[in-house]
């Protein structure tokens, strides 16, 4: 047999798979601490989610003030941003500029996708292998790879024969994709599709929708950032940012909560409330009561207020009820839109419904429903991702005894603090399946986690400690926290991504855990007990 001759052999002390925000803090928190690292990235660039999703309308739905790394003072108070919510350019334009100025580039491998890492027994380190060859030995072995990097594409018939372009949102080609003139189906209605749809429908000659869930969404209301807020923001950006720290998603402190319940409200408090969230914009349009995501009853009547909306703003009414979403709000991930419902009021955009009339298959033209046929010169998919696993899963990672992370996660996956898994020792994944990640601002989780693991790799050194791995009883208990926490709530009641709804065949877990503080603090108490929940060897 041919034996694989690897281009490059490198033995460094921690290998980060990843140069999103995650692996580029990792990297840098880790060399600044010391230790040799090598970032192996399969793009060709850094930013992670933000350099893979150039999809037209690309945007952020945290306030940029707060979706930006706080590590460094200098770092926070030098980047300018431009909008209340940062577009896809400006924020892949600022993970360049973070990777400039700390020299990140020199230990990222781009275009290297790694195929496989294994952990030696015998040595206790990970080997790391890509299709580049590159082939990296470390003592610790950190995915850093993203909770939504691993695209979904529905398996259709007849996608081989279609003539026109196929393309993903989550895929987008780096040079564009030229919409002008054209016929363009878009197959989806998640965040994707709701930020990307008013801006094709501009673009191009006809759009049709091809809808399985009607959507609720709010506006964004996103506006030029006013240059007075900046500066006060900023002159106690500290402050501001231990506040949203506190956060139970670790975002918009300066935003009231309700702490009352919809019901003890009276009518018109409602309306003017709904109304009011409505009028102001983003996704804390779910704060105007305590108990819209904890109560089914109570979560009618915000759905209500969204429904009544699109009956005002969508002219057709027969189009407006295919927009009205049935299910609960908020238990799907909420969406904030620029003018999605309206864009449904334009001549050139026509909504398939498919729950109604299912899609049977590609052709070469377009798309084949059960009542019609469609024509399309240009195929979106914005169909979301396999999210939290699939990238993780994509890597053939094998611990002790050769066991397979695909084997252990079979039946969905099972971690410690959504960092750790028993049988992978010296393996760390940074906002991991088990914790808050998702379900909080993801670069503020993505901090917590780099500086959580670094520390950890320190003390590992500190006290002469050569491997680190969750025990079976600590991981048992954690899923069964996030799971109760989970079910204390409406978030599992609907086919959402954060339960693997969206990829058919998929176990059905709840993934993300609620609730930053409290989790904070639980990974905090686990490292001042010298790693409770968790084995350690010592070097010998
Ligand atoms: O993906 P999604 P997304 N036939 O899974 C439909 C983040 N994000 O890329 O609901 C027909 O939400 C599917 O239908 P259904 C954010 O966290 C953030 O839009 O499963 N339709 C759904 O409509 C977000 O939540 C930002 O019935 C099919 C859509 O495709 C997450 O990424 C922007 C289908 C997928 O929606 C994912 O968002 C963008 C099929 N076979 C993304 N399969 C911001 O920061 C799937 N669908 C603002």
């Known amino acids: 047999m041919a034996q694989k001759v690897l281009q490059d052999e490198q033995e460094k002390d921690v290998v980060v798979v990843g140069a999103g925000f995650a692996g580029m803090y990792m990297l840098h928190r880790l060399r600044k601490m010391g230790y040799e690292v090598r970032v192996i990235e399969a ?14 309308g690309a945007r952020c739905d945290v306030e940029s003030l707060e979706y930006s790394y706080s590590f460094d003072e200098a770092l926070q108070q030098e980047w300018e941003w431009t909008e209340r919510y940062s577009g896809q350019p400006e924020i892949l334009k600022y993970a360049n500029h973070v990777a400039d100025r700390f020299d990140l580039r020199k230990d990222i491998s781009f275009n290297t996708r790694v195929l496989s890492a294994v952990f030696n027994e015998t040595t206790d380190k990970w080997v790391v ?10 003592r610790f072995f950190v995915m850093a790879t993203g909770c939504l990097s691993s695209t979904n ?42 930020q990307a749809i008013p801006v094709i429908a501009r673009e191009c000659a006809e759009l049709t929708v091809f809808q399985r869930t009607a959507q609720y969404t709010v506006p964004a209301r996103n506006e030029k950032l006013d240059p007075v807020r900046v500066r006060e923001t900023k002159d106690r950006y500290k402050e501001f940012r231990d506040e949203n720290f506190a956060m139970p998603a670790a975002l918009g402190a300066n935003l009231p909560q309700s702490k009352e319940s919809v019901h003890e409200a009276s009518a018109e408090d409602r309306a003017t409330s709904f109304e009011s969230w409505w009028e102001s914009g983003g996704t804390s349009f779910m704060r105007s009561y305590a108990d819209l995501i904890l109560d089914e009853s109570a979560n009618v009547y915000a759905a209500e207020f969204v429904r009544s909306k699109i009956e005002d703003i969508v002219t057709d009414p027969e189009m407006a009820r295919k927009l009205s979403p ?48 469609y024509e399309v010169d240009v195929l979106i998919f914005a169909t979301g991702f396999d999210a939290m696993t699939g990238s993780i899963l994509k890597v053939d990672i094998r611990g002790r005894s050769n066991l397979s992370i695909r084997d252990k996660w079979s039946a969905g996956p099972r971690t410690y603090l959504g960092l750790s898994v028993p049988g992978f020792p010296n393996m760390f994944m940074v906002s991991g399946p088990g914790s808050p990640s998702v379900l909080t601002n993801m670069i503020v989780s993505i901090q917590q986690h780099v500086e959580w693991i670094s520390d950890c790799i320190a003390w590992m050194d500190e006290t002469a400690h050569k491997t680190i791995e969750a025990t079976v009883s600590a991981e048992t208990d954690w899923v069964e926290h996030v799971n109760a926490i989970a079910h204390k709530t409406l978030f599992p009641s609907c086919n959402s991504w954060y339960l693997g709804a969206n990829v058919p065949g998929k176990t059905r877990v709840f993934m993300p855990l609620l609730g930053f503080p409290g989790y904070v603090r639980r990974c905090d108490k686990v490292a001042s007990e010298n790693y409770d929940g968790f084995t350690l060897v010592a070097n010998r």
């Open 43 to 56: 793009g060709s660039g850094v930013g992670g989610t933000w350099y893979w999703n150039r999809y037209p």
């Open 326 to 373: 049935e299910h609960i709000i908020g238990c799907k991930r909420l969406v904030i839109d620029s003018g999605y419902y309206e864009t449904f009021n334009r001549p050139n955009v026509h909504l398939v419904d498919v729950s109604e009339d299912n899609i049977e298959r590609v052709t070469s033209e377009g798309l084949k429903t059960a009542d019609n046929a």
């Open 153 to 194: 594409t529905p398996d259709m018939d007849g996608i081989e024969d279609f003539r026109g372009e196929v393309v993903h949102t989550g895929q987008w080609p780096k040079e564009g994709v030229d919409l002008a003139g054209k016929r363009v189906g878009i197959i989806g209605t998640g965040s994707s599709a709701v």
């Open 129 to 138: 292998e890509s299709d580049s060859g590159e082939s990296v030995t470390a």
